[in-house]
T-cell receptor, first 116, second 114 residues
Framework: GAVVSQHPSWVICKSGTSVKIECRSL??????MFWYRQFPKQSLMLMAT?????????EQGVEKDKFLINHASLTLSTLTVTSAHPEDSSFYIC????????????FGPGTRLTVL | RKEVEQDPGPFNVPEGATVAFNCTYS??????FFWYRQDCRKEPKLLMS???SGNEDGRFTAQLNRASQYISLLIRDSKLSDSATYLC???????????????FGTGTKLQVIP
């Protein structure tokens, strides 16, 4: 149990393109999901906290108009990288919080984004 | 002081060795603590929760020291497959706005050598 899927796994796109990443909790309900970014050899950096039915909470330095988050249901959150640039190339990982399991977070497999 | 701090390592240990990592946190009111394992170019995977009473799972033991504000992870009889980066995760209390910022440590890299 506690499986989180993420789609797509790999994205290569041209500069200026918008990219949408989906994060789904497959066997539990997640009122809270998190979006992280990880650059090579660096730690996970929390970008935003996504709350079902309300606006996401963005971390300092993360542009909410560039990284659009929608958490429309208890099992789905989406991150859209708008007008992507090469510096947005990174490993984007979502996690979902299962409140039934002492608030443990379960991670999706990540999306590797390369912007040319 | 950083919210969560870990020694980045790398820790290079021979097979069969016992190795321990610490993770310090700054918010004394932090509520929940976890250890995650991340393999290269993969997502983090939950290793174990850290309880006030300590937590043991096979060769792995996690402990919490609230007085000194750190958590620890002990790995006994290290295997080659234990080579990975170990991340500590700290859940602070909710703020007045109902927001709880979960913080990851930067990770400690472990390399088990044959």
């Amino acid at each position: 149990g506690a499986v989180v899927s993420q789609h797509p796994s790999w994205v290569i796109c041209k500069s200026g393109t918008s990219v949408k990443i989906e994060c789904r909790s497959l066997d539990f309900q997640a009122t809270t999901m998190f979006w992280y970014r990880q650059f090579p050899k660096q730690s996970l950096m929390l970008m935003a906290t996504s709350n079902e039915g309300s606006k996401a909470t963005y971390e300092q330095g993360v542009e909410k108009d560039k990284f659009l988050i929608n958490h429309a249901s208890l099992t789905l959150s989406t991150l859209t990288v708008t007008s992507a640039h090469p510096e947005d190339s990174s490993f984007y990982i979502c996690s979902a919080r299962d409140q039934a399991r002492f608030n443990e977070q379960f991670f999706g497999p990540g999306t590797r984004l390369t912007v040319l | 002081r950083k919210e969560v701090e870990q020694d980045p390592g790398p820790f290079n240990v021979p097979e069969g060795a016992t190795v321990a990592f610490n993770c310090t946190y700054s918010n004394s009111a932090s509520q929940s603590f976890f250890w995650y394992r991340q393999d290269c170019r993969k997502e983090p995977k939950l290793l174990m929760s850290v309880y006030s009473s300590g937590n043991e799972d096979g060769r792995f033991t996690a402990q919490l020291n609230r007085a000194s504000q750190y958590i620890s992870l002990l790995i006994r009889d290290s295997k080659l497959s234990d080579s990975a980066t170990y991340l500590c995760v700290v859940y602070p209390p909710f703020n007045s706005g109902g927001y709880q910022k979960v913080t990851f440590g930067t990770g400690t890299k472990l390399q088990v050598i044959p």
